[in-house]
T-cell receptor, first 111, second 114 residues
């Protein structure tokens, strides 16, 4: 059974304090891994898709990386507007292609 | 380009009732996936509709059903509502069926079952 585990569950940072969120996955034959941002009461907003180990993608203060077992979302010099829940999802190429989501990391950035 | 829209935004039902939720896909997208997100959890895949056919289903009972129309909009129907069906229901639109390479979510419908 495909599994995606995110850590930590919650993270509090001061503005400007860089950190990383972790997404560990167990899927047979990873086809792709997604990162989303979700604000309270809203649908997830697409951030990145990563396809192979070693791949990196950047958007503003966010950088996503992928290894064979996990993905990291690095947040550099965060601002209060980066506060949200960050979700990752993985899907395998060896079966139904259905994405499996983690429970998310709730990030709060204090000014 | 219009984004993904869902209706209604909120809904309250009682146990045993039936509910229909609606989703309009993003312009140019032919695929709609439905997800259930319980409080504090990640979204769980219910099913996907591609070219008006169900094209993949998660671990949900048959009382969860759907439709896709020729304009690619979609409905999610849930019969015999249970208390555990209370959740945020999300639809996401994309191109080309499974696997979903990139999908864009709507704002969701918050369903409360009493």
């Amino acid at each position: 059974e495909d599994q995606v585990t995110q850590s930590p569950e919650a993270l509090r940072l001061q503005e400007g304090e860089s950190s990383s969120l972790n997404c560990s996955y167990t899927v047979s034959g990873l086809r792709g891994l997604f990162w989303y941002r979700q604000d309270p009461g809203k649908g997830p907003e697409f951030l990145f898709t990563l396809y192979s180990a070693g791949e990196e993608k950047e958007k503003e203060r966010l950088k996503a990386t992928l290894t064979k077992k996990e993905s990291f979302l690095h947040i550099t010099a965060p601002k209060p507007e980066d506060s949200a829940t960050y979700l990752c999802a993985a899907f395998s190429g060896g079966g139904s292609y259905i994405p499996t989501f983690g429970r998310g990391t709730s990030l709060i950035v204090h000014p | 380009e219009t984004g993904v829209t869902q209706s209604p935004t909120h809904l309250i039902k009682t146990r045993g009732q039936q509910v229909t939720l609606r989703c309009s896909s993003q312009s140019g997208h032919n695929t709609v996936s439905w997800y259930q997100q319980a409080l504090g959890q990640g979204p769980q895949f219910i099913f996907q509709y591609y070219r008006e056919e169900e094209n993949g289903r998660g671990n949900f009972p048959p009382r969860f059903s759907g439709l896709q129309f020729p304009n690619y909009s979609s409905e999610l129907n849930v019969n015999a509502l249970e208390l555990d069906d209370s959740a945020l229901y999300l639809c996401a639109s994309s191109l080309g069926g499974l696997p979903v390479e990139t999908q864009y979510f709507g704002p969701g419908t918050r369903l409360l079952v009493l």
